[in-house]
């Protein structure tokens, strides 16, 4: 009863606080404070972020011409429809009337035209989306339509301009890394470094719109502190805990289970030895016992994988999980026949605000000592993790998990093209690079679908990296809300939370 | 009998410190000597096992024997402090015995910048030179002795300063013995007692210094362990298994208690 | 007058000495500002010509005296990981850590005083005793695991209030203050113990000099005397530890905020440092270091109003 009162209470005091500075609407004030375990510190421009962790956020602030929903289709957003030219060639997006930026301005053609070029690396940065370099011009067609034209006709482009890199900003923005706007449903406040993040309802949103109003992300990047925080009454949300901070919840928590879509792996540099040897790589593979992995950091939750695609995806997905069953003996041969009869050492890096890959991490060093090979675990900081690791390549290994950026199988394989930009694996096969320029030329779906098998075949034969799993995502919401939902990639949608009975 | 009692209660904090240093030492190195479990051998059958014959006090989350890391990390704490004074004791007494003993202006200035560094929270400066070196057991070290030597140098500068005059200095001096000689076979071995004390302080401070920087995740990396890093491990299980958390902290104050006491005792009997 | 003009300039050299000496560390390490901003693939042209717009290219000390110019001025650069100003950055934060570390300095001073001069005058009953052997225990349990059991005991199981609850102060001072109570007594209590346990060392020794057996011998009673004479002077090595201890204070508060999840100084130095944000690093260390020589001053003046021997040589 009495904390019935409290909450009461403490309802009243919000509501008044914020009736006091919105002038009025005092009924339809509801927050929530979410936790994240990273700042959002490689940018807030969305042709800009790389990190995971920042574009599940940026998703509910930034939207793109096309959006995915959470059965993994494409949904219009910006635009409210599309066509495609004869030669497969021009995109013609036409856009929706009423949709506005966060600063009031509605969406322009020259806006969209400006967000495109600039995502493409049009303008000058370099494009994150590497299918867009095959964007030969943005048209303005007239004030509602724009075109799109390829240099050659790709099936994918759709779900490529659903990307939140491909998002779309106003052209006049002053700046985005700083002060964001978009047009989706919540807009960004205000941040204060290693702090908090503060968001609010658009409510001016075209669609459907946000249910809570306020929106409040606190940084906890110190992995231990997270269950005091959620136990404590601080956080209401937090998603991608372990199991083992699961446990410890109060009952005043719903755990919700679903998959992270990702693929956790030890990302192997092959452009230092010893990875640039195949047998040493599949020695790896054959030493990592996944079981083994799973019952001790996640009491056997999670969906082993063999290779770079997540089982949810399942058009794609092929079950190569038995590539390389534990065994050490095996192992240990091809270690020797590859030059290495003692072993060697090396040192895998880990982000050290994730303590999944942390504790992952540790029993991989465990199991590789078993065939005589020493690791070392090296933490970083987010951001160095970023630069030395992903654009720097200046790593051996690294415990990670990668995801689809985009709702096409070619955003978890055209990574492990040699060429790539974003190769940051160093992984260099002829056979591979042939079924990517193959998959590009060839239209049929079926085809393709045939094709990206053989590339997962390939990245697993070659042992391109140790793979794990895709990680079983708990996510811990306060009884007081509902609404959570998963996608089938690595998005949080704030929009559909909601307070209970709301 | 009665001697060793009066000498007891004259000086309380000498003897319980002894013991208990002696004693908390012992356990750890006997530990990690003797243990039959291999620390980092991971069990997912024996996660967060209770204390029993087996294991004396339980395992961890990865099914670790936890007596036997608590040893292996309690004496990897030790040995990064002990490590940690050497270098400080070591380049310290060198520094403070050159500007002790000579003076002048290198002196002047040495003891300018010693002053100034002395003023600085030492884990500070330790944090900076992590950032340059990195973070990791050996870097740890470096970082923290490089941060001891100045307050050794002011100590040993002090005794030099004191002793360079004294008849037994002259006396060598008239024999012609050489600078060298009177500063280290001479001089030297009267700063002992006053260092002594302060090796036992510093090391004290040493102990804390790395479980601080351990336990704010920029020191010890796993899957090496020290108390500090067990103890920012255990925090994330407080709830469910609070016992890990408090016999990691525990053991870190007992180290400091015994050596904190031995030092004062060493200082008031000195 | 002399001495004050002589410390003074002692102070100066400190503050540049360890500015110097963070801005020689971060020289150091591989990369610079311009590498960081256009990534590993930017071209030597790109890289060059951000060197010449940033500076960079010019002697290190020209850079070196051009920072300290602009920080004494309140321009402490950008962040490179966050592209705002670090002045705005540490604004907000600023107050947090100095919070704290006053909290926690009021805490020590208010425990340690009655608490030495308790023990002291009762020496040989038996909870002074006691008293004097918590003191020990408490003194060698590092802040960061006193921290952890506060959290424990008072937040989770008592639920006194709620950790990880940090208010900032912009938003409502009263539970700011409120949320800073616990961790200022996990910083304090150590330091209470070793500021107590000097306080009546420094007592009982000065009771047995000369000047309090004859105040004695004149028939002055006993706490007329022990408030008089010996705590006069008895304080005053008090005061040294306790400048030094605010110092400490200082640098306990940075890993204290990680236990209870307090957003200061501490978080933004340590990922700043693992970041390689070093407009960030060294604005962080130049503060800290002002913060210490001010606290340092200010002792030094105190010592020369309590110590009539030290106000006699000046």
């Known amino acids: ?502 | 009998m009665k001697d060793l009692m009066f000498r007891i209660r004259k000086n309380p904090e000498l003897y319980t410190g002894a013991v208990i240093a002696a004693v908390i030492s012992f356990i750890l190195i006997a530990g990690f000597l003797f243990s039959p479990y291999d620390p980092n051998a991971m069990s997912a059958a024996e996660k967060f096992a209770a204390p029993s014959v087996s294991h004396l006090l339980g395992c961890d989350n990865f099914g670790r024997d936890l007596f036997t890391r608590l040893c292996v990390g309690g004496v990897t704490t030790l040995f990064i402090a002990l490590a940690t004074v050497s270098i400080g004791v070591v380049f310290g007494t060198i520094v403070g015995a050159f500007t002790g003993y000579y003076g002048g202006a290198v002196d002047e200035v040495l003891m300018r910048f010693n002053d100034a560094v002395l003023a600085f929270p030492s884990i500070l400066l330790a944090l900076v030179f992590i950032s340059v070196f990195g973070s990791g057991t050996f870097k740890v070290i470096i970082s923290l002795g490089i941060v001891f030597v100045p307050s050794f140098a002011r100590i040993v500068r002090g005794e030099y300063l004191r002793c360079r005059n004294l008849d037994y200095v002259r006396s060598a001096r008239l024999m012609g013995a050489g600078d060298l000689r009177i500063m280290f076979v001479h001089i030297l071995p009267n700063t002992f007692p006053v260092l002594l004390s302060s090796t036992v302080i510093g090391f004290n401070n040493a102990v804390l210094a790395e479980a601080s920087m351990s336990f704010l995740g920029i020191g010890v990396q796993p899957p090496d362990s020290s108390l500090g890093r067990m103890l920012s491990d255990a925090q994330a299980f407080l709830f469910s298994e609070p016992s890990y958390a408090i016999l990691t902290g525990c053991t870190i104050a007992v180290i400091v208690l015994g050596f904190s006491l031995l030092g004062e005792g060493l200082k008031k009997h000195a | 007058m002399k001495t004050v003009l002589k410390k003074l300039a002692s102070f100066i050299i400190t503050v540049l000495l360890v500015t110097l000496f963070v801005f020689l560390a971060f020289e150091l390490i591989p990369g610079d500002a311009a590498t960081f901003r256009l990534g590993t693939n930017a071209t030597p042209e790109a890289l060059e010509r951000l060197r010449e717009e940033l500076g960079l290219n010019r002697p290190f000390f020209v850079r070196y005296f051009t920072w300290l110019y602009s920080f004494f001025f309140g321009d402490m650069g950008q962040s490179l990981s966050y592209g705002v100003s670090v002045r705005s950055m540490l604004a907000s934060k600023l107050p947090i850590t100095i919070t704290l570390t006053l909290m926690s300095f009021v805490m020590i001073v208010a425990l340690s005083v009655p608490l030495g001069v308790l023990t002291s005058k009762y020496e040989d009953r038996m909870w002074a005793r006691s008293l004097d052997a918590l003191g020990q225990v408490t003194m060698s349990i590092p802040p960061f695991f006193l921290g952890i059991i506060i959290m424990y005991v008072f937040g989770m199981i008592i639920h006194a209030f709620t950790p990880g609850g940090f208010v900032s102060w912009q938003t409502d001072p009263v539970r700011f203050i409120g949320y800073m109570f616990f961790p200022s007594v996990a910083i304090a209590l150590p330091k209470a113990a070793m500021s107590a346990k000097l306080l009546r060392t420094s007592i009982l020794s000065e009771r047995k000099l000369d000047y309090v057996r004859t105040a004695y011998s004149r028939g002055n009673s006993t706490m007329d005397v022990l408030y008089r004479h010996v705590l006069k002077n008895a304080i005053i090595p008090v005061i040294t530890f306790l400048g030094m201890t605010l110092a400490d204070t200082v640098a306990g508060s940075l890993v204290i905020e990680q236990v209870f999840s307090i957003p200061g100084f501490g978080r933004l130095l340590i990922s700043s440092i693992s970041n390689r944000d070093y407009p960030v690093v060294q604005s962080i260390i130049a503060i800290i270091a002002m913060i210490v020589i001010v606290i340092n001053l200010i002792v030094d003046i105190m010592y020369r109003f309590m110590d009539p021997r030290m106000r006699e040589r000046s």
């Open chain 1, 1 to 502: 009863m009495s904390k019935m009162i409290k909450m009461l209470a403490l309802c009243a005091v919000t509501a008044v606080a914020l009736s006091a500075c919105s002038g009025g609407k005092p009924d339809a004030s509801s927050s929530i404070t979410i936790g994240i375990p990273q700042d959002l510190e490689d940018s807030l421009d969305p042709h800009e972020a790389v990190a995971a962790g920042t574009k599940e956020i940026l998703f509910n602030i930034y939207e793109g011409l096309l959006k995915p929903d959470e059965t993994g289709n494409l949904v219009p957003a910006v635009a409210s429809n599309y066509t495609i030219s004869e030669d497969g060639k021009t995109y013609s997006f036409t856009l929706r009337d009423d949709v506005k930026f966060h600063n009031g301005q509605p969406v322009t053609a020259e806006d969209v035209k400006y967000s495109i070029e600039k995502s493409a690396g049009m303008t000058g940065a370099q494009s994150l989306i590497s299918a867009f370099s095959n964007i030969e011009k943005v048209e303005i067609k007239d004030e509602k339509t724009v075109d799109i034209v390829l240099t050659e006709p790709d099936i994918d482009f759709p779900a490529y301009v659903a990307n939140l890199n491909a998002s779309i900003i106003p052209a006049d923005n002053k700046d985005p890394k700083t002060k964001p706007v978009g047009t989706g449903p919540y807009m960004y406040v205000s941040r204060s470094p290693q702090e908090n993040i503060i968001l609010k309802k658009f409510d001016e949103y075209w669609g459907e719109g946000a249910n809570i109003t306020d929106i409040t992300l606190k940084v906890i990047p110190n992995a231990d502190s997270i269950v005091m925080n959620l136990n404590g009454g601080s956080v209401d949300m937090f998603a991608r805990l372990t199991s083992t901070q699961t446990q410890q919840l109060s009952k005043n928590f719903n755990i919700l289970e679903g998959e992270m879509n990702l693929v956790q792996a030890v990302y192997l540099n092959h452009a230092v030895e010893p990875f640039d040897n195949v047998d040493v790589c599949r020695a790896l593979s054959y030493a990592v016992d996944v079981q083994n992995i799973l019952d001790l950091t996640s009491d056997g939750k999670g969906f082993p994988v063999g290779s770079s695609m997540f089982p949810s995806f399942a058009k794609y997905y092929v079950d190569l999980t038995d590539t390389y069953p534990t065994d050490i003996k095996k192992a240990k041969e091809l270690l020797a026949s590859a030059g290495y009869p003692d072993g060697f050492s090396f040192s895998i890096t880990v982000p050290s605000n994730y303590q999944p890959h942390i504790e992952a991490a540790q029993v991989v060093v465990e199991q590789l000592k078993k065939i005589g090979v020493t690791a070392d675990i090296k933490l970083v900081e987010w951001n160095s993790w970023l630069s030395d690791v992903y654009s720097g390549r200046q790593y051996e290994a690294t415990l990670i998990g990668v995801d689809a950026s985009s709702l096409t199988a070619s955003a978890m394989l055209d990574r492990f093209r040699s060429d790539a930009d974003n190769n940051f694996t160093n992984y260099s096969n002829k056979e591979y690079d042939d079924l990517c320029a193959k998959v590009r030329a060839e239209s049929s779906d079926e085809e393709r679908t045939k094709i990206y098998k053989d590339m997962e075949k390939n990245l697993a034969d070659n042992a391109a990296n140790i793979y794990i799993q895709d990680m079983a995502e708990f996510v811990a919401l306060s009884d007081k809300y509902e609404g959570y939902v998963f996608y089938p990639m690595y998005v949080q949608d704030f929009a559909k939370l909601k307070l209970k009975g709301q």
